[in-house]
């Protein structure tokens, strides 16, 4: 398996988890942030809803904080409807924490909760059903099941709104096209993000950040026997 490179001061789940392992002290902790973006995409522009978790503690007394994207979801079939990218960004955001906790990281277990966006949440659980992450798959391909995936990789350009003020983002998305089961469908991720003003100091660590995590799931495609052809940013 290669091995993984450590990044200081961290910016992923997994940096946290390897500085733990090498004997650093290492505190955590997650706020949410939940903010509405336009994004422009394939010519065709559309506002949704970005899942962000901020990670900030401090390893060996040295603070730290990053933000990971956990879903995206809007109101029509552009992408994933609000009430799934919910459910979408906690199942992630659950594994990250099992992880940390698996690692030696004590972690206050909060979830996503949107009551003023989904007054419905319940109904609009039972009209779209349980939702299917990727490691859903991963386990089916575990299984025996043949799992075949296609990987699309996108720099989505994206406006956020907060606090009065816009920002400018650029998202490194995966597109996951998955066939199993005699079904074929769909599942987002974003991989990193970077403010578009800061492309020149920032661009390069980001897509780095997007293909190290892409490189740690396809150790787990293969392990899995998932059919696929690696792609990288």
């Known amino acids: 398996m290669e091995q993984a490179t450590t990044h200081f001061p961290p910016n992923r789940v997994t940096d946290l988890i390897l500085l733990k392992k090498s004997g650093s002290s290492v505190t955590c902790r997650v706020s949410f942030e939940i ?4 994004f422009a995409h394939r010519n065709n522009p559309f506002q949704a809803f970005i899942f962000l978790s901020r990670y900030a503690g401090d390893v060996d007394g040295r603070e730290y904080n990053f933000r990971k994207c956990y879903a995206r979801g809007c109101p029509h079939n552009l992408c994933p409807h609000v009430s799934q990218a919910v459910m979408i960004a906690n199942r992630y955001l659950q594994r990250d924490f099992r992880r940390l906790e698996e690692g030696g ?3 206050e277990r909060r979830l996503f909760s949107l009551p003023d966006m989904m007054v419905k949440y319940d109904q609009a659980h039972e ?3 349980s939702v299917m992450a990727i490691h859903d798959y991963i386990n089916l391909a575990r299984e025996g099941n043949d799992v075949s995936i296609e990987i699309n990789l996108e720099h989505v350009t994206a406006v956020e ?3 009065n003020t816009t920002n400018a983002q650029i998202f490194l998305m995966v ?4 066939t199993s089961l005699g079904k074929t469908s769909r599942i987002e991720r974003c991989l990193a993000c970077y403010p578009e003003t800061r492309a020149q100091e920032e661009k390069i660590e980001k897509v780095n950040i997007a293909n190290e995590r892409l490189k740690l799931l396809y150790e787990e495609f293969e392990q899995a026997s998932v059919k696929y052809e690696k792609n990288f940013f």
Request: aromatic letters at 18%; glycine letters at 6%.
């Open 35 to 38: 903010l509405p973006v336009e």
């Open 105 to 107: 990281i004590d972690i």
């Open 127 to 129: 009209e779209y059903g």
């Open 161 to 163: 709104h907060f606090a």
């Open 175 to 178: 597109d996951f096209v998955i």
